[in-house]
C-alpha cells in the first residue's frame, strides 16, 4: 500500500483529500504545519507528497526543495494561486505536478495514481532501493553511507558508520566489546578493544541528544553495548 503524506493547513481541504485517497487504498497522513511536514518528510518512509504552497511554520516551495535534495519520490503542489510565475518555480524547484484549487477530489486522485504509476515503472522497478535502516529518528543509508539525525545529516567517518550500523542492524542484542572489536576491526588492528569504547563515545556526540543519558546506544556494565530499539 502506498503512503502519502499531505501537508496542508486548511484541516477541511486535507480531511476531504485523505478521504478520497483513502477509498482509493492509499495510507495517508496529514501534517498542518510546514516545518513539522518536513520534517517527518525526510525521515518517514512515503511514497509521494502533496504540498499546499502557503503554509505556517515553512512554504511548500522550501519543503519542496529540501524533499528533492534527499528524495526521489513524487511531489505534487496545491495553491489558490493561479500565476505561472508561481508553477513555473514550483516545477523548477522539483515538484512533478502543480494543481490549482479548486480542484475536484477525484482529479487529485487520478494524478496520484498516475504519477506513483509513472515513478514505480521508471524509476522504481528499474534502480534497486538503497538498504536503510531507520530506528525513531535516527535513520542510515547503508548504500550511500549517509546519517540523518532526526532529519540532519551528520558526519561519520568509516569505522563509526560501520560501528553504527552492526549495532542498527542487530537492536537489543549486548555486544561485548570484543565482540565489536573483532566484528568491525577484524584483523586490521590488533589488541587494544579501548578503540571500541573511544568509538563509542564519537558517535553518542553526534546521535545522542544528551551523552549522560543515551537514548539509543545503552552501556551494559560490566558486559559491553546495546542498541535500544
Request: hydrophobic share 40%; charged share 35%.
Amino acid at each position: 500500500m502506498s503512503r502519502i503524506l499531505i501537508v496542508e493547513d486548511e484541516i477541511a481541504i486535507a480531511e476531504l483529500e485523505k478521504d478520497y485517497l483513502e477509498l482509493s487504498s492509499f495510507e495517508v497522513d496529514i501534517e498542518t504545519d510546514g516545518r513539522k511536514g518536513l520534517e517527518r518528510a525526510l525521515t518517514e518512509d512515503f511514497d509521494l507528497f502533496i504540498l499546499d504552497l502557503m503554509l505556517p511554520g515553512m512554504d511548500g516551495f522550501s519543503i519542496c526543495k529540501e524533499i528533492r535534495e534527499r528524495k526521489n519520490v513524487p511531489i505534487l503542489m496545491v495553491s489558490a494561486k493561479k500565476d505561472d510565475i508561481d508553477k513555473i518555480r514550483g516545477l523548477g524547484l522539483g515538484a512533478d505536478d502543480y494543481i490549482t484549487k479548486p480542484f475536484s477530489p477525484s482529479e487529485l486522485v487520478a494524478r496520484v495514481k498516475a504519477h506513483l504509476t509513472r515513478y514505480e515503472r521508471l524509476v522504481g522497478s528499474e534502480i534497486p532501493k538503497n538498504e536503510t535502516i531507520q530506528i525513531r529518528g535516527l535513520r542510515i543509508d547503508k548504500t550511500a553511507r549517509r546519517v540523518w539525525v532526526n532529519g540532519t545529516e551528520r558526519q561519520f567517518t568509516t569505522k563509526e558508520f560501520d560501528l553504527l550500523a552492526f549495532l542498527m542492524e542487530h537492536p537489543d542484542h549486548v555486544y561485548k566489546k570484543e565482540e565489536l572489536f573483532r566484528e568491525i576491526w577484524n584483523m586490521e588492528s590488533i589488541g587494544d578493544i579501548a578503540t571500541v569504547t573511544v568509538h563509542i563515545k564519537k558517535i553518542r556526540e553526534k546521535i545522542e541528544f544528551d551523552t549522560s543519558k543515551p537514548q539509543y546506544i545503552e552501556t551494559i556494565w560490566g558486559v559491553g553495548y546495546r542498541f535500544k530499539a
